[in-house]
């Protein structure tokens, strides 16, 4: 490891821990630069605060960088802007080193600290508003729940315009250079990391940009990836686009999208698909499109899936299962906030036709609104299921517009 201990500013020094090899981030992220895991130690004239920890596997590299900063007796404050492991792994070993410290934690975020130190510890909550203080130097709070669990807050460090911005803001990108202005292009990183943490909360990040937004901000230092010092509007304005770009979709001419995505053998549930996204278009405020999963990729995916007011999976069944590619459409929910969707599903099957119920009842899980049953067809649908299918699409795009009927949800 590098003994590196890269200084933010006149008292903030960074004591993270670098981790190149990671290659999958919570399951779901593919992290091809790696990433670190950012921590920070502000020293004030009556003391020190540690700014996060980091993964258990990297309290050694964090440690010794601590300790090249300051003695333990110092620290009077430990701040945990968000509780996930991959920040609080060394919490627990850092709280027997430091027992004077105060643990500073968001109020959400109790409930979390019993899961991760089973034992009783005693630790203060900070929301909105809320200041410590280090002799000559204060640290504001600022409550950002949702990006990326209900606990995660941020911090304000006054006298040096620095924004302890938690995972907000930051990037799945390992370079030991640290600073923007110094380390490889992280672009793509930097908006991957939004696309799949951040996406789904959109409504926080512009009240957390707002909060920000009372503040002088010369530096941002996140929890992942390099810190931002350049330029540090740059980013909270793609932040701020990337957040309010849905305000140039369908739904600022005032229509509602109806999406029927589906896959088909035998042209069966094609033919369900198409005849239910007639009976969609017949209605008014309505746009009705349709996509064949075969050729849609995650991208396409999630960006379709987040402007749907109605959501219509379609599939045959196969070997008693639905296609890999509706599940995948499904999975795709991770990103995206699904209440007030609009859920449904449909296909054609030749022996048993599982499919559609169990597409319904994933998306009952996914918290989809679930209106009507699924419809499933046995083989070729005859004109009188086809006029079914038209009903169907008819229906669900009728409640889509606001007609008032019994869900699941
Ligand atoms: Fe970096 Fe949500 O933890």
């Not at 509602?256 to 209605?283: L, Q």
């Not at 022996?351 to 119920?357: I, L, Q, V």
């Amino acid at each position: 490891m590098s003994h590196l201990v890269a200084k933010l500013s006149k008292s903030v020094d960074f004591i993270g821990a670098f981790d190149p090899k990671i290659r999958t981030f919570d399951i779901i992220m593919k992290t091809a630069n790696g990433s670190s895991y950012n921590s920070y130690v502000v020293r004030g004239s009556e003391g020190v605060a540690v700014m996060d920890t980091v993964k258990k596997e990297f309290s050694d590299e964090f440690f010794l960088r601590l300790e090249s900063v300051c003695k333990y007796e110092e620290i009077k404050y430990i701040v945990l802007h968000h509780l996930e492991p991959d920040h609080s792994g060394a919490l627990e070993e850092l709280m027997k080193r430091a027992p004077k410290a105060k643990l500073i934690i968001s109020g959400r975020a109790v409930m979390m600290l019993k899961g991760i130190i089973k034992s009783d510890v005693a630790f203060e909550t900070a929301n909105t508003g809320k200041k410590i203080s280090l002799g000559d130097k204060t640290i504001e709070f600022l409550s950002t729940p949702f990006l990326h669990w209900p606990d995660t807050m941020s911090s304000y460090l006054h006298e040096e315009k620095i924004l302890f911005s938690g995972d907000v803001f930051g990037s799945h990108y390992y370079d030991e250079r640290l600073f923007d202005d110094e380390v490889g292009d992280f672009s793509y990183a930097f908006k991957y990391y939004y696309e799949h943490i951040m996406r789904p909360f959109k409504q926080y990040v512009l009240q957390a940009l707002n909060l920000y937004s009372r503040f002088e901000i010369k530096t941002i230092a996140p929890l992942h990836g390099p810190i931002l010092r350049t330029n540090p509007q740059y980013y909270i304005d793609k932040y701020e686009a990337w957040s309010s770009e849905d305000k140039f979709r369908k739904s600022t001419f005032g229509k509602k999208m109806f999406s029927v995505f589906y896959m088909s053998s035998y042209d069966n549930t094609h033919k369900m698909a198409e005849v239910i996204m007639e009976g969609a278009d017949t209605v008014e405020g309505i746009v009705a499109s349709m996509y064949d999963l075969a050729s849609l990729d995650e991208k396409n995916m999630i960006d379709l899936l987040e402007e749907s007011d109605a959501v219509i999976v379609g599939s045959p069944t196969i070997n008693g299962d639905a296609v890999k590619p509706a599940w995948d459409l499904l999975s795709c929910m991770a990103y995206l906030e699904s209440q007030g969707k609009i859920g449904a599903s449909f296909g054609s099957y030749g022996w048993t036709g599982e499919a559609p119920e169990m597409l319904h009842d994933r998306m009952r899980w996914l918290k989809f609104r679930l209106p009507v049953q699924p419809i499933k067809i046995k083989l070729i649908p005859t004109e009188e299921e086809l006029n079914d299918c038209f009903a169907f699409g008819k229906e669900i795009a009728e409640i889509t517009m606001g007609k008032m009927v019994e869900m699941e949800i």
